[in-house]
């Protein structure tokens, strides 16, 4: 039987950086791409994605050090996507958007 392997966070980010460590995204996110999560990372939150991805299943405001607004406003600047009710949607969320903008955009 295996037991419970636990992780410190910087033992989780070399294993996504080197790949020895591979995170299951929930299947209606899988569609995100690579690029996408690096780019989102560093121009809304201003971290790597490797540093993020241990927690996703936080709200978008505890992950950024803007203030919500300035949050909202430079996710409709730069994705065109109104997240006007930022504080209550998970990142997730608040990424499908900016996805699906980014896209139909093309």
């Known amino acids: 039987m295996f037991g419970l392997m636990t992780y410190t966070s910087d033992e989780i980010r ?3 950086k080197d790949g020895s460590i ?3 995204l929930p299947p209606a996110h899988e569609n995100f791409t ?3 999560l690096e780019d989102f990372s560093a121009r809304i939150l201003k971290q790597e994605w ?3 991805a241990p927690r996703t299943h936080l709200r978008i405001p505890a992950l950024a050090e803007e ?3 300035d949050l909202a406003e430079s996710i409709h600047f730069l994705y065109g996507a109104d997240v006007s009710d930022l504080p209550g949607l ?7 958007r900016c996805a ?3 896209s139909s955009a093309r």
């Open 14 to 16: 070399e294993g996504l």
């Open 22 to 24: 591979v995170l299951c």
């Open 34 to 36: 690579s690029e996408f």
């Open 50 to 52: 490797a540093d993020v």
């Open 67 to 69: 203030p919500e607004d």
């Open 90 to 96: 998970p990142l997730w969320e608040v990424m499908r």
């Open 100 to 102: 699906h903008r980014r």
